[in-house]
């Protein structure tokens, strides 16, 4: 499986940007697809992730209510929409892949800058 992320960009805090990433090369209605993110310095960490069956959606708590993760089967896309953006937000994010949702993520995408200026 493949992972391309696109959308990431300079926004002004309070902006919104729209995150995604489209994979190839599997079945994409079988993974549980993720969200992470990277600051310069800091581990990478979990943001969101939704499951490949029934879609439920999982966030973590700096980001929740202010960020929406999404996807669509039949163009094997998972999107994350953030909204009302901060500085903290500022890190490379990566989308991942696991298969019915089972263990670690096998497979992680190049990662897209996403940089909010205060």
């Known amino acids: 499986v493949q992972l391309v992320e696109s959308g990431g960009g300079l926004v002004q805090a309070g902006g919104s940007l729209r995150l995604s990433c489209a994979a190839s090369?599997?079945?994409?209605?079988?993974?549980?697809m993720g969200w992470f993110r990277q600051a310069p310095g800091k581990e990478r960490e979990f943001v969101a992730h939704?499951?490949?069956?029934?879609?439920?959606?999982y966030y973590a708590d700096p980001v929740k209510g202010r960020f929406t993760i999404s996807r669509d089967n039949a163009r094997s896309t998972v999107y994350l929409q953030m909204n009302s953006l901060k500085p903290e937000d500022t890190a490379v994010y990566s989308c991942?892949?696991?298969?019915?949702?089972?263990?670690?993520?096998?497979?992680w995408g190049q990662g897209t800058q996403v940089t909010v200026s205060s």
């Open positions: 090369g599997g079945t994409f209605s079988m993974y549980t």
């Open positions: 939704i499951t490949w069956s029934g879609g439920y959606t």
């Open positions: 991942a892949a696991k298969y019915k949702g089972l263990g670690a993520y096998d497979y």
